[in-house]
């Protein structure tokens, strides 16, 4: 899997799970175990997409 198809995968995870974060927020009861999980993963996720794009910016430097 190239560099730019793993972002593209990642970045629509991290969409996903944004999506997912709005729909328990917007329940009267939502959990917010849930929602801390939910932010935890989106956060990883985060620095794994930046460190791809810093990866592919070093890759195409060279």
Do not use: C, F, G
């Amino acid at each position: 899997m190239s560099i730019e198809s793993h972002l593209n995968e990642l970045v629509r995870r991290h969409q996903a799970i944004e999506e997912a974060i709005l729909a328990e927020e917007s329940h009267p009861a939502a959990d917010d175990i849930k929602v801390h999980e939910l932010k935890i993963k989106k956060l990883h996720l985060k620095d794994e997409i930046e460190k791809l794009r810093h990866e592919a910016v070093a890759a195409a430097t060279h």
